[in-house]
């Protein structure tokens, strides 16, 4: 990717439609415009920025704000500042652009009950993509899940393991990265909750029976309607 960045050169003025900077905030503006620029895909991933310099005299702002700037943008993850080569647009994968907002969730874990409301929200839309995109190996895999689960909950145990490894098993044969990461992220924070609740005295096994239903009910649900295709 450096060797094709470094044979298309710097990106272009047509690409690089740049706007005077007003704002007292002045790195904070650059940031924004070039944000706004690698999100309509003016910038790509690979694309080398013009030099400090040039930079400095397309936004009409100081060398100093554009550096400060494009430390900001480093430090976001969307650009990489090569010493003696240059800065270039990084590759922004799914789990960059997912993961401040499972920062924020995790800074919130007192608002278990708007977590909940999440999960409610997420889970159909994430087990309804299963349901259409599962292959029949990933369909193997959630009932070897669930038996494995179901031999736990006889033994008295929570099946807590095997019901956290079901909902990534529904995530991955979702093909989603994106609603998988905040479906997980999710998960991860209501997990602490949710083992208290299951190991309260006389719980756990009808609440995991109940969990471990519900899967199952999923599971066949799905291989039903890949089967009538």
Known sequence: MADEARRRGPAGDEAMSIAPIKSTRIYQEIVRQVKAMIAEGRLKSGDQLPPERDLAEKFVVSRTSVR??????????????RP????????????????PLALVMASQREAIGELF?????????LAGLAARRATPE???EMERILEEQAKEVAAGRTGLEQDAE??????AAAHNRAITRIAHAVMDLLRQSREESLNTPGRPPARTRTTGGCSRRFARATRRGRGRR
Do not use: D, K, N
Request: proline share 2%; net charge negative; hydrophobic share 45%.
């Open 166 to 171: 079901f909902h990534s098993a529904i995530g």
């Open 138 to 140: 990933e369909l193997h």
């Open 84 to 99: 003696g080569e240059g800065t270039f647009v990084r590759e922004v994968s799914v789990e960059s652009l997912i993961e």
């Open 117 to 125: 409301e999440a999960r409610q929200m997420i889970e159909p839309a």
């Open 68 to 81: 400060e700037a494009l430390r900001a943008l480093e430090s976001l993850g969307l650009v990489e500042i």
